[in-house]
Each structure stands twice: as C-alpha cells, then as structure tokens.
C-alpha cells in the first residue's frame, strides 16, 4: 500500500520519458498525454480516497527507515494539492491542442508538461527538505523550457529574469537547508520538527526560519519578491501560463504552510505577525498592479500576488479557522486561476490583442466563453456562494476575532478592486455593440470552452459544495496544528 505513495510522482515522469520518444508524431503524442493525464487523476483521486480513509500512507523508498532514507508522505493536506494539480493538468492537455502550434507541440511540450506535473507533485509529497529542493529544481527545469516555447524575443526577455530570479532562489534554499542540518543534524521534517520542539526554536533556529520564508516568499510571490512575476507569466503560450499561474506560486505557498505549521511554530509573535505585514502589503501591490494596466494577459497575471496575500494572512492568524481559510483559498485559487488565464488566452486568440481597448461585443459571437468568464471572475472576487467566498469569509471573520482590524479592512478593499478589475475586462470585451466583422469560428470555440468549463465545474462545486469541501479542509487544519500527528506518522513513533 505504501508504494501508492509514489504513482503521483512516476507516472508523470515516465509519460515525460516516452512523449519525448514520439514527440514528432503529434497526433500519436497528444492522445497518449490525453490517456495518461487522465489516468493518473484517477489514480492520485483514489490515492486520496485511501488516504482520507486510512489516514496517511508514508514510503520509505529503498527501504530506509525515516530519518535516513527519503520518505513521501500522501497526507490530507499533500494529496488534495496533488489531486487538484492533476484536475488542472486534465483541462491543460485538452486546451493545448488548440493553444499551441504544431511547431510548439512537437517540440518537446508534451514532455516539459509531465516533468512540471512531476516537480509539483513531488514538492508536495516529499518528507525532507532537501527533496523538496530537488523538486522545486525539477519543476524550475521543466518552466525554464517551457517560457521559451516559441521563441519569442519577449519571452527571452522575460525568462532571463525569471531564470536569475529562481536561481538566485535555490542557491538561497541549498544553503539555508545546508544551515539547518548543521543545527540540527537532520533534513527530515518530521524529525526537525521534533528536534525544534524540543529546544523550543532558541537561538539561530529562528533566524533559519526567516531565511527559509524567504526562499518560499520568492517563489510565492510575495511582496516585495513578486516583481518577477506578472511579465513572465504572459509571455508564454497561454496553456503555459495557466500552468505557471495555478501551479508555481502554490507551491511556495504550500512550502510555507507546511513549514510554519509543522517545524518552526514556537517564535510566533516573531515570525507569523511578520507575515501578517507582508500579507497586507502583498494584496495593496498586487490589485494596484491590476488596475493599472489595459492588457488583459497582465491583469489576470497581478491577481495572483492579492491572492498569495490573502493565503499568507491565514497562516499569519494561525488558529485553526484562518488555516482552514487559507487551505480552501488555496483550492480555489488553483483552480480559478488556471481557469482565467485559459479564458483570456481564448479571448487572445480570437480578437487577435491582449489590449483591452481594441475589444468589445465578444459576448454576442462567443457567449459560453463569456459567460465563464463572467462566472470565473465572481469566484475570483469572492462574491457568494462562489468558492472564493468561503476562503476569504473564514480569513476575515477571524481577523475580527483577533482584532486584527487593519489587515480585515485592506482585504476588503482588495476584494472589491479585485472584482472592478475583472468587470472591467467583462465589460470592455465581452459587452457592447455587436461587431458584423466578426465572423465567430464555433468549432474553434467549442474546442475553447470545454476545458474552460471543466475547470469552473469543479470550482463553483467548491463553492456550492461547501458542505461537502469543508469537513475535509477542517480536518486538515486540526491535524497541521498538531505537529506531533505528522511526526508521529513518518517517525513511526
């Protein structure tokens, strides 16, 4: 049972090997990504199943006991991100086959796809730091090709910012991590967990906690480390950035979540009220960001910074409520933002501008996709009963609780710009005087709104299905807050 642990991980990484092997044969390749990116949702979907049965399911690869071998752990926590990565990765391998060129797919997209499925499932089911090290390399890897797919002179204008930005990163992880095992002895994070507690994180220990925030904020993107971010998230293909905009900043903020909430949780007043800081600041950059530009590609990709702000501020609150919005938060956000940026890689697509001027009346010539954005856009904003609503709900009904006032009022503020810069889109492009000119391609469409529509599926469910969603992401916020189940479990204690 045990071995279930690492499909999540090789499945993908072995579909990579071979797609390389048939890259040329686009259609060949396209159907086998379409089986295997299918396959391996049902397979992680009962892995999650089990687990949430069962309780955690820890491999000990090579048969090494924990603290001395690598070890996965599919927790609750672990496996819904892995679940809802491979829900993303459905409609991305469906949408591809129109988003991209036959020159592009041929070129080892299919490959590079699975490799980033591979990192991002990793990081999430990795027991050691140094593992999660080598899976933030790996999804790095597999993004470093992917921005450049096509070869435009602005994604290599972008990528050579991305690039030093991430690589100045992992110098930064190695060495802190280096630090840590200098300390205590050890890169297991239930046993470094268990070695804090037990000298109650003195001394350098929490100075090692910052540092390794930092890694994480970089790649999460939070202020001020977010100015990589909005420019190299639209340059590539628009099923790249659907990719990058629902998938990477997530994982640095699931580093965060995991970390503070397992190892370094006994210097609090230091270093969650910090976060509380960098939170607020993160959600006034990053709506500021939105409402300032008219390119379309940009405002969905400065939405995300708001929303790393608000995942932050649940684990700044640390009380079981505000972990519990945080994890939801970060459910939907998946979700919605790979949806928004397949929406407005469709819009891209058909009126030929990403500059929001240009546009108008879209809505009489493609009214499904419009009407998904406009769905998608409520869910951004948090507007009830949509998914965004309960995360955002729980955060701030417990910054009122701690008296947290000022961190309440910017998240309400951000909320409302939030959906002005959405409406703003809705309105310029999709409303309007119907344009004769226009002569709408419905098979194109068609081809257009079926992933889009998956993925909104499954997040107006996290909305609507609260009842359902919610005892799952309630459970995972008792147990994170419980270091010692999570020690316990890999530790075999």
Not at 357 to 371: A, F, N
Request: glycine share 8%; aromatic share 14%.
């Amino acid at each position: 049972m045990s071995n279930l642990a690492v499909l999540p991980i090789l499945i993908p990484l072995l579909a990579g090997i071979f797609a390389a092997f048939i890259h040329n044969k686009t259609k060949m390749v396209r159907i086998f990504s379409i089986i295997v990116s299918i396959s391996n949702l049902v397979v992680v979907s009962y892995i999650g199943y089990l687990v949430f049965q069962n309780g955690s399911i820890i491999l000990e690869t090579g048969g090494w006991k924990a603290p001395y071998g690598i070890v996965l752990v599919a927790d609750m926590l672990s496996i819904l991100l892995v679940i809802t990565t491979n829900i993303i990765a459905v409609a991305c391998v469906f949408f591809a086959r129109k988003s991209l060129s036959q020159q592009q797919e041929n070129f080892y997209f299919y490959t590079f796809f699975f490799l980033l499925i591979t990192g991002v499932s990793g990081a999430f089911l990795t027991g050691d730091l140094f593992n999660l090290f080598v899976f933030f390399e790996v999804l790095l890897m597999a993004s470093y090709a992917l921005i450049v797919l096509g070869g435009g002179k602005i994604q290599l204008r972008e990528s050579i910012k991305y690039v030093l930005i991430n690589l100045f990163s992992s110098i930064l992880f190695v060495t802190v991590v280096s630090f840590l095992y200098s300390v205590v002895g050890t890169v297991n994070m239930a046993q470094i967990a268990e070695r804090v507690q037990e000298v109650e994180q003195r001394g350098i220990l929490t100075t090692i906690a910052i540092l390794l925030f930092f890694v994480f904020a970089t790649k999460a993107a939070v202020f001020p480390l977010y100015y990589w971010l909005p420019k190299s998230y639209v340059v590539p293909n628009p099923v790249v950035s659907a990719l990058f905009g629902a998938l990477l900043t997530k994982v640095g903020i699931y580093s965060i979540l995991r970390v503070f909430t397992t190892i370094f949780v006994y210097e609090i007043d230091i270093t969650h009220q910090f976060f509380l800081w960098l939170a607020a600041l993160t959600m006034i950059s990053g709506v500021i960001g939105a409402l300032s530009t008219n390119n379309i590609k940009l405002i969905i990709s400065y939405n995300i910074i708001p929303a790393v702000g608000f995942m932050l501020m649940g684990i700044g609150l640390y009380t079981e409520a505000s972990i519990s919005g945080s994890i939801y938060y970060l459910l939907h956000d998946m979700i919605v933002k790979g949806t928004l940026f397949l929406i407005v890689g469709a819009i891209v697509a058909i009126t030929g501008t990403s500059d929001l001027r240009k546009m108008g009346g879209l809505i009489h010539h493609y009214p499904v996709i419009g009407w998904l954005f406009f769905v998608a856009s409520l869910t951004l904003a948090g507007i009830p009963p949509f998914s965004g609503f309960i995360g955002k709900l729980l955060l701030l009904q417990e910054g009122l609780a701690q008296d947290q006032i000022a961190i309440v009022i910017i998240g309400l503020i951000t909320s409302l710009l939030i959906l002005f810069s959405m409406i703003r889109i809705f309105i310029q492009a999709f409303w309007g005087e119907k344009d004769d000119t226009i002569t709408p391609n419905r098979i194109k469409s068609r081809a257009y709104a079926w992933p889009i529509a998956f993925l909104v599926a499954f997040s107006v469910f996290l909305g609507v299905g609260a009842e359902y969603v919610y005892p799952m992401v309630e459970d995972i916020s008792t147990y994170l807050l419980d270091p010692s189940q999570y020690i316990d479990s890999v530790l075999k204690e």
